[in-house]
């Protein structure tokens, strides 16, 4: 029995190429059932094989910049020469229906939505090596060769902001940090902070003896 029936807001961070969107993804596989994807907005390309409104919503830089104007963002961005974004209406439905709700996003956004959601937990991923996270990304070759070291460059910078996290998890092997992601969420569900309301239901506080 859950004591906390509330889902969590989660957001799963770290430098691009660190593999946040396949950890995630096999969290999704695993667990699927129990948690929500938060589908971002950006004005980037779409990449070969992406879905739109399963991977990003894509838009124009006028719409992107129209929705900032609104107020219609948890948190947004100016990443390495285009817009990425939480739209603000999909948070609000996910957290009501109970289930996690998982957003993936840069260090910088994941900064926002601590200020604004206390409740939120934020995971950083890491590579088990650095390097293997700069070949990651010039293997990827979804990039252009500038794009791939501008990436680079915001990676080493990226790192060492882990301290600013609740988390820190190692992409070793995906369905490892898959796991520990897991894990993390179970444990923040039994914290006193978000059981003692419905505890106290349960048993009482122990004013009436
Ligand atoms: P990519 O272009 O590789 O899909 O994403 C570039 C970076 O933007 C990644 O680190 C990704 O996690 C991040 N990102 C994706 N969606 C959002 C978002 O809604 N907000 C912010 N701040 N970053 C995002």
Redesign the pocket.
Known sequence: MKLNERGLLVVL?????VG??TVRKALFDMYGSDFTY?V???T?DM?PGEVEGK??YFVSKETFEKKIAEGGFL???F??G?Y???PMEKVEEALLTGKELI????V???R?VKEKMLDAVTIFIVPPTKEILYERLRRRG?ESQEEIEERINKAKAEFGLAYQYDYIVVNDTVANAADRIRAIIRAEHARTKRSIYKYYEMVGDGSEQ
Do not use: A, V
């Not at 961070?13 to 190429?17: K, R």
């Not at 957003?103 to 840069?106: A, M, P, S």
């Open positions: 961070s770290g430098p691009s190429g946040k969107g938060s971002s907005m950006t980037r990449r991977d990003y948190e947004y961005n990443f390495c285009h990425y974004g939480t957003l993936e996003i840069e910088n956004g994941c926002q979804t």
